[in-house]
């Protein structure tokens, strides 16, 4: 068109010139034509083909193998993501922070449970408002993080269909994007050879190595990289001088933009200081009611869908997993199949009756019979060799199984996937291409993996089987441990057994002082990785919360000096913390129990709290910080009878809790049964004023233990 109609290639004039040309009304010649260059050809042609390329691929998705009516628009897909600051990014458990403060008559506060005032961030487009990020230029590199099938990968096509389409900011400020997963990439590719391989379609002509490399450079600064999965780049492609690091550092294409995604604490940061970091949360909760409403439509019982809504609602622990839209999927199969079978109340208990659905949908398709106990000799025998090749591909930190792998093992993987454990699907790579096998959520694959090592357990030694020699480690399998524990008792006690050498051996000198969190100056040379220990506890707990038998507990009991904790009251995790203080005994307390309970209902906080401790415990010293609201008296009051039981609380904090001078009495006319309290923190509650001053004071002589008073923001004048 352009080469018929030259008035289609004249210049426009710019906004400043069209505005000045109103005012004095001159008219501006028109240019003489410049015959097209090749290279501009080139280029419109080359995004042609990555913009075909990506609406082919990634536009949707068809989940359900025994469902091909149901299909999943890539563009209906939402997810939730926060903004960690820089700087409780910087500090957090820094020990770079933490000498800077030695000395310095100071607050300092170590958020070893939190994770700082995070933003929410409505899309990436947020990245580019300086209100919210604080950055005076465009971000270079953002770093996005986030659990195991979370769906990080769909998110990242969701942002690339998006972008060549121009409906997000990414997408309007560059002219070039480039969607590279990152598992397919080899040692010694070059950047040009990876776009070749994945973004661009074998019958575009004209585009090669040269010409790619040419096109990058020509528009370096207007080139998007979206790189998938730094966690599961092959170890020789993250070393030194090859592609991807060279990348990320800034050695090549300095001036282009990069979105990477990662699983958390994978090494990105070796390469390169991120400009935003970005939590991705998962599945975002305005739009679950939505897809369940649409699964229920299509297989016809729209009648159900609403009361697994307000399941759904109410259950954090269903709510963790199904943050994804093929794991809510699989929940709403469960929930079609028997309501019963979604509320377990363990990981290992939804699970295991999510496959035996799955087995049941099958044998009913292909007029198998269904024993009654158990499943189907063929299909137990192929999970459980499926298992063994789901574990080895986890411990080479990988999510695909190679279709020629699985079948020289002599697995039978039509089976499987006519199940809908997994599905087959063909590489984003062109130059490597390969058929490979996907698990339906990537806690399947750990499901899977878990099972076979609980069967594995009785003839071999789990440290050998999992190569389970440190604590980092056992945290990188977190969900294969917990998974491992629900499968059988004896595994869970072996693994509590191995996890207990751990700490010995890694933590062996725990003090109850290396957790606390006072003005008092820091002055220590003992300080050990806190946010690892605090971890490798929520690990413990989770594991218990599988398995709440007392051979269990033990081990938590024997193993766990420093109990240290953040749950929320309708948590598994605070259902195993229940069990484990409900079991504690004067003879096995812990050196110091640190509980942050989290809930906006403080009558809830409450009764969890009047349950957990039923009776009194003394010489349990507990610190414990409480949110939600305690603005009426008789919460407080009922707060009070619950430390009753606590007679040794050595730190209470009720922070931003909304207290007032007379929701405040109750609470100090009770610090008669706390006398040995150490800390009190009040901070943030702007309602108590002068008159919450004046009823503390009348305690204060109950409490001679007080060592530290924190009144920040409580609305008091010189009076108070």
Not at 248 to 258: A, E, F, Q, V, W
Request: proline share 4%.
């Amino acid at each position: 068109l352009k080469d018929k109609f030259e008035e289609i290639d004249t210049p426009k004039a710019s906004c400043s010139q069209q505005k000045r040309r109103r005012e004095d009304g001159d008219q501006f010649p028109a240019k003489k034509r410049v015959p097209r260059k090749e290279e501009d050809l080139q280029m419109e042609e080359f995004q042609r083909s990555v913009k075909r390329y990506y609406e082919l691929k990634l536009t949707y998705i068809k989940p359900l193998i025994w469902n091909d009516d149901f299909a999943l628009a890539i563009s209906d897909i939402f997810t939730s993501l926060e903004l960690i600051p820089r700087e409780a990014k910087e500090r957090k458990m820094s020990k770079d922070y933490i000498a800077s403060q030695q000395g310095k008559q100071r607050k300092v506060r170590i958020d070893y449970l939190g994770s700082g005032q995070r933003k929410k961030l409505s899309s990436l487009d947020d990245l580019f408002n300086p209100d919210v990020t604080g950055l005076t230029t465009p971000p270079r590199c953002i770093l996005i993080e986030g659990d195991a099938g979370v769906g990080k990968t769909t998110f990242l096509s969701k942002e690339a269909i998006d972008a060549v389409s121009q409906k997000t900011e990414l997408g309007r400020r560059h002219d070039i994007v480039l969607l590279i997963r990152l598992r397919e990439v080899r040692e010694g590719e070059t950047i040009e050879e990876m776009v070749l391989d994945q973004c661009v379609p074998e019958t575009t002509e004209g585009i090669h190595v040269q010409s790619t490399r040419a096109i990058l450079q020509r528009n370096e600064s207007r080139v998007l990289f979206l790189l998938d999965g730094y966690d599961e780049l092959r170890p020789e492609a993250r070393a030194a001088g090859q592609a991807i690091p060279k990348l990320l550092s800034g050695k090549m294409y300095p001036y282009s933009t990069i979105v990477i995604t990662s699983r958390p604490s994978a090494g990105v940061q070796q390469h390169t200081r991120p400009d935003c970091h970005v939590h991705i949360m998962g599945f975002s909760g305005k739009h679950i009611e939505t897809y369940i409403q649409r699964y229920f439509s299509v297989v016809g019982r729209q009648q159900i869908a609403k009361t697994l809504a307000e399941l759904v609602k109410g259950n954090e622990f269903l709510t963790s997993l199904i943050r994804t839209p093929m794991f809510l999927l699989l929940v709403c199969v469960l929930w079609e199949e028997d309501q019963e079978m979604v509320s377990t109340g363990t990981m290992t208990g939804l699970y295991s009756n999510l496959l035996t659905c799955l087995v049941r949908k099958y044998c009913k398709r292909e007029g198998v019979d269904m024993p009654t106990d158990g499943l189907p000799a063929e299909v137990a025998d192929a999970l459980l060799q499926f298992g063994k090749l789901a574990l080895d591909a986890l411990l080479r930190n990988e999510t695909l199984l190679d279709l020629a792998q699985v079948e020289r093992e002599d697995v039978n993987w039509q089976l499987l996937m006519k199940l809908g454990v997994v599905s087959l699907e063909v590489s984003a790579s062109k130059l490597h291409p390969r058929k490979q096998l996907n698990f339906s959520h990537k806690t399947m694959q750990e499901f899977l993996a878990g099972r076979n090592v609980a069967h594995a357990v009785v003839n071999q030694d789990i440290v050998e089987l999992l190569q389970l020699t440190s604590i980092i480690k056992a945290l990188e399998l977190r969900n294969l441990l917990q998974f491992t524990s629900g499968c059988d008792s004896r595994a869970a006690q072996e693994v509590m057994r191995i996890l207990s050498c751990l700490r010995l051996k890694e933590f062996p000198n725990l003090r109850a002082e290396q957790f606390e969190d006072s003005y008092v100056p820091i002055a220590r040379k003992d300080l050990i990785p806190l946010e690892m220990y605090v971890h490798f506890v929520a690990l413990y707990v989770k594991i218990l919360s599988e398995r709440q038998e007392p051979e269990v507990l033990k081990y938590f009991i024997q193993a766990l000096p420093i109990v240290i904790l953040n749950v929320s009251v309708n948590s598994r995790e605070a259902a195993a913390l229940m069990y484990y203080l409900q079991h504690l005994k004067s003879t096995n307390l812990p050196d110091r129990l640190i509980l942050i309970i989290r809930d906006k209902d403080s009558k809830d906080t409450v009764q969890y709290l009047q349950q957990c401790f039923t009776s009194p415990l003394a010489g349990l010293k507990v610190d414990l910080e409480l949110s939600g609201k305690f603005d009426s008296p008789d919460q407080t009051a009922r707060l009070v009878s619950v430390l009753e039981n606590v007679p040794s609380l050595r730190a209470l904090s009720l922070s931003q809790t909304y207290l007032t001078p007379s929701s405040l009495r109750p609470l100090v006319w009770g610090f008669s049964h706390v006398s040995l309290l150490e800390e009190l923190d009040l901070s943030g509650n702007q309602a108590l004023g002068d008159a919450g001053m004046e009823v503390l004071q009348a305690g204060l002589s109950s409490v001679p233990h007080l060592a530290v008073l924190r009144l920040g923001h409580v609305g008091m004048t010189a009076v108070g």
